[in-house]
């Protein structure tokens, strides 16, 4: 599985980078729309929607979605509303600790219609930050360069220092494997990599200890993301929401915690304005 992990890592990553860096801001746009289709595909199959046909028609109420959002909508709008479907997301989560509260959440999530619209509401919003950020200014390929990396990272650490000393579970009602000590590891790796980041593209108003706090509320709101995708995993008795990344699962598996973290970090980039 290591191995399988690693070879993906290696064909994925020089294709990232030249997507974020390389490309013009339609190939992007085109590239991050293709990836939320991709991941639409698999949500919509994990909550048990099996007929082909009824999936290309959710695919298609997204494109037109994403076609309005886009063309039609003021983005800090839809990152605005982003922010508040990440705040629900977490009470949700929080709720899971409460058994009897725990079991009505889960009818909730079983329902196949509430799934179909809080993926096409939750992409629409990640593809609209998404673009947001890569825009904004001169660095905003940098700034989408260093989210992605930083919620790699946060995750890679977690998932060491988890397996190493993870004894106090996270959410054990949602995701049993997730600890605390785990999310300390993932928050020290994101930390020394905002650092990094921080000496070599400095923001222009923000400061380190800003920067820092930003790179650890985005750590934070990404474990929420990849929370909520585990909700829809219990609730359906799905491993992984697909199987098109040999070793890591599914397209919605590698982007839960960004399709969080992203709406997020441009919503708070934006109001801090450090980057001109």
Same mark, same amino acid.
């Given at each position: ?16 980078? =030249? ?14 729309? !293709? ?12 909550? %048990? ?36 479907? =990440?705040?629900? !997301? ?18 909730? *999530? ?25 825009? *904004?200014?001169?660095? %905003?390929?940098?700034?989408?360069? *260093? ?9 890679? /650490? /977690?998932?060491?220092? /988890?397996?190493?000393? %993870? ?40 400061? @380190? ?25 219990? !609730? ?5 929401? %697909?199987?098109? @990344? ?23 980039? @934006? ?6």
């Amino acid at each position: 599985m290591l191995k399988q992990r690693l070879i993906t890592a290696a064909i994925l990553i020089p294709l990232v980078v =030249w997507a974020v860096f390389a490309s013009s801001l339609t190939t992007f746009t085109t590239l991050i729309v !293709a990836v939320a289709l991709l991941a639409a595909w698999e949500w919509h199959q994990m909550i %048990g929607i099996q007929s082909p046909g009824m999936r290309v028609m959710l695919a298609v109420d997204l494109i037109i979605v994403l076609y309005l959002a886009i063309t039609q909508l003021n983005p800090y709008f839809i990152i605005s509303i982003g922010i508040l479907i =990440w705040l629900i !997301a977490l009470v949700v989560i929080l709720g899971f600790s409460n058994k009897s509260l725990a079991e009505r959440l889960s009818l909730v *999530f079983k329902n196949k219609v509430f799934g179909a619209i809080s993926s096409i509401l939750i992409l629409t919003v990640f593809v609209v930050s998404s673009i947001t950020l890569k825009a *904004f200014s001169e660095v %905003g390929a940098f700034l989408f360069f *260093f989210v992605m990396v930083t919620v790699w990272l946060a995750d890679t /650490g /977690g998932y060491f220092a /988890g397996k190493r000393y %993870g004894k106090h579970a996270l959410a054990p009602a949602v995701s049993p494997n997730k600890t605390w000590e785990g999310v300390a590891g993932g928050v020290l790796l994101a930390s020394i990599w905002a650092i990094g980041f921080y000496w070599v593209k400095t923001p222009t108003t923000i400061t @380190l200890f800003e920067w820092l706090l930003l790179a650890v509320v985005t750590v934070a709101v990404s474990i929420v993301g990849d929370l909520f995708e585990s909700l829809y995993k219990r !609730a359906f008795s799905v491993k992984d929401s %697909g199987s098109l @990344l040999p070793g890591h699962g599914g397209i919605l598996d590698r982007i839960d915690s960004l399709i969080a973290a992203v709406p997020v970090f441009t919503f708070l980039i @934006l109001i801090m304005g450090g980057y001109k």
